[in-house]
């Protein structure tokens, strides 16, 4: 039986070894993300002068209660190098992301970042993409025709709820969950995705990794 908070923390640590001074930082979301922030505190702790831009409030407020310096994503022209997880990757590097609903800030950083290092468990090592839906953040009054036009796209939709309410994004968004089967052109799919009217973004990361760092057992195993 694997650990996968234990493999979550090992590719957390090998990723944060990445970083040195001077280098800014994106700082992801999720609690792979969350335990690669937490090392990144102990570093900076010890020494090491880096400026973080987080990706959701959650890791901006961790991020500040570990005294890491931050910055705006108004100030920063590009990112050096960004830590973050992912809900299923394929060993070509595309992703799927926003299992946290946070998949907005985090691909606006990872188009500003010129090294992306995923880290995951092995359970998120997939042959292609699809067992996990496709998140599809909307604005709220597109919600509805948005889901029929997916449907056209063999998808089947479903706004993704909390307390019984749609879950609203930090920028004021639904999430529509979809299932588009397994995924065998995720490139394609995802051009199609962005010319649905009222589709913010979505979940599909294409040739936005750089490196997936996975834990395996006792130790970890990098794709690049
Ligand atoms: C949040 C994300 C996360 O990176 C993704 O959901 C993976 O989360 P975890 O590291 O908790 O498994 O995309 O929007």
Known sequence: MRDFVNEKKLAAKEAVKLLFDHQIVGLGSGSSATFAIIEIGERVKNGLKIQGVPTSDKSKELAISLNIPLLEIEDVDSIDITIDGADEFTTDLNLIKGG?????????????????????????????????????????????????????????????????????????????????????????????????????????????????????????????
């Open 100 to 224: 946290g609903s946070f998949l907005l800030k985090e691909k606006v950083v990872a188009s500003l970042t010129k090294r992306e290092i995923i880290i995951a468990d092995s359970s998120k090592k997939v042959e292609l993409l699809g067992k996990f839906t496709v998140p599809v953040e909307v604005i709220p009054y597109a919600s509805t025709y948005v889901t029929k036009q997916l449907e056209k796209l063999n998808g089947v939709g479903k706004v993704r709820l909390t307390d019984d309410k749609p879950l609203i994004t930090e920028e004021g968004n639904y999430i529509i969950d979809t299932d588009f089967g397994l995924i065998t052109d995720p490139a394609t799919l995802s051009d199609k995705l962005h010319t649905i009217t009222g589709v913010v973004e979505h979940g599909l990361f294409i040739n936005l990794a750089s490196v997936v760092i996975m834990g395996n057992g006792d130790s970890t195993v990098t794709f690049s």
